[in-house]
């Protein structure tokens, strides 16, 4: 028939959504100011969001399977020298604290394929055509 097994239960009243978390929390903070009479304006920005872990409830083949995510917090820091001609230089860094956890995964993949980003520092310059 294809289907589970008989008596298989994989969710039980009340239990999660699949990759839904219980908890989730965000706060981000943003000053900027002008440099005296430059027209320059810098702008220094943080941020940071919380995930508890997921769970997955699914089925391979015929086998029941209950995988579990890590809680993560994801941190980011930049700066910023915007100018009135149009371009932007923003030094950054994303995952400041070097997360390594696993987001949710459907016990198909193999772990090291679902790992967040490694901490990332870089430097982006935009320009805005007016």
Known sequence: NGGPPEGVVLYHKGDRLNWSSEYTA???????????SSGLEM???????YISGQEHQGMVGLTP???????MLIGRVSTS??????WTATLFADNVNDEDG????DG?????????????IGLQFDYQYR
């Open 26 to 36: 965000g706060a981000s903070a943003d000053y900027s100011f002008d440099l005296g």
């Open 43 to 49: 702008r220094w920005s943080a941020s940071a969001s």
């Open 65 to 71: 399977v209950s995988t579990k995510s890590d809680g």
């Open 81 to 86: 020298l915007r100018s009135r001609s149009g």
């Open 102 to 105: 696993t987001p949710a995964r």
């Open 108 to 120: 198909t993949q193999i772990d090291w394929a679902m790992r967040v980003r490694p901490r990332t």
